[in-house]
């Protein structure tokens, strides 16, 4: 098969776009594809302090290393949940990356938030699971390094396939609070709260890895064990299945909820109106304490 636009063998066949493309053709649209999604979504300017949230898997990686190349000002941040193997090959692929690249990359240790505990620990002393737990930890932590260090939005690495993963589960349990907040930029007009982009949003899972493995990018290339029977994994599944056997309708799926989105829910405005702050780290909250200060302080107070 030959690349659409030169004369090379195809490394790669995009059905939905009913195109193939040699390894440097790929390499271009892919950084299109991601210039595009700046430009439609308006995810932030040129001249943006970007933080790119850095898991070491090959989605963040591959968004650190597209944004390098547009000539974006980054700084990468991980947070080092403390999972055995998995957490400390993540933070050392991470490092290793910036290292090659000299970049910067900062390093947010859980157990020296809280005590020594890891997320196991922590999810287990308040009874949670340990993604939800997780998911609050990383959205608080990554939000206050942003604002503490001036940047102006945090990049995440979430692509097509996750992002119409989320939205099948959400159309599935009919999550209308969550739907409403579905968007590739997520502005938060709040004090204290910084903004959120996801850049890879026209991009696939295996678009991502394609660019990663022409690229060379070594990232961690299995998931994180605490995700196992997480239903993200079975939509992704389903949706495959449907792509499969109708080119384009994953693609579909999302861009035209997008596309529909003030008119199911009539305005865009995300309703965060609540502007309480929390009594204990002074962060936006709905309520008097914030969930990252009583989980931490119900951590502290049980290792005391
Ligand atoms: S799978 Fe769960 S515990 Fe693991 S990184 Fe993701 S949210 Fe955190
Ligand atoms: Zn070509
Ligand atoms: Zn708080």
């Known amino acids: 098969m030959r690349c659409g636009k030169c004369e090379d063998d195809a490394i790669i066949e995009l059905r939905q776009h009913n195109i193939a493309f040699c390894r440097d053709h790929y390499d271009e649209f892919f950084r299109v594809r991601v210039e595009k999604a700046i430009k439609n979504f308006n995810l ?3 001249d943006a302090k970007i933080l790119i949230a850095i898991s070491g898997g090959k989605d963040s990686l591959a968004l650190w290393d597209v944004l390098f190349r547009l000539g974006y000002e980054t700084k990468g941040v991980i947070i080092d949940l403390g999972i055995p ?5 993540s933070v050392e692929l991470s490092k290793k990356f910036a290292e090659e690249k000299s970049l910067d990359l900062h390093i947010i240790k859980l157990e020296d938030e809280f005590a020594g505990n890891n997320i196991l620990k922590i999810a287990r002393e308040v009874h949670r699971t340990n993604c939800s737990v997780c998911g609050l930890v990383k959205r608080y932590l990554l ?5 503490e260090s001036g940047y102006g939005v945090i990049c995440t690495g979430h ?3 996750d992002e119409a993963a989320l939205l099948f589960g959400n159309v599935l349990g009919w999550k209308l609070e969550y739907m409403k907040k579905q968007f590739p930029k997520l502005e938060k007009n709040i004090d204290k709260l910084v903004d959120k982009a996801k850049p890879l949003i026209y991009l696939t899972d295996r678009e991502v890895a394609v660019y990663n493995l022409i690229n060379k990018i070594e990232y961690i290339d299995y998931e994180c064990p605490l995700s196992k029977g997480a239903n993200s994994r079975k939509y992704k599944h389903a949706l495959s299945t449907l792509e499969e056997i109708m080119s384009g309708s994953k693609q ?9 989105k003030s008119k199911i829910f009539f305005e865009e405005k995300d309703e965060y109106i609540d502007e309480r702050s929390c009594k204990i780290c002074g962060y936006p909250t709905t ?4 969930n990252y200060c009583r989980i931490k302080e119900k951590v502290l107070s049980d290792n005391e």
């Open 287 to 290: 309520q008097d304490v914030c």
């Open 252 to 260: 579909r799926f999302l861009f035209d909820f997008y596309r529909n």
């Open 143 to 147: 939000n206050k390094y942003a604002y």
């Open 159 to 161: 692509n097509l396939d």
């Open 44 to 46: 932030f300017k040129n």
């Open 85 to 89: 193997q998995y957490s400390e090959q």
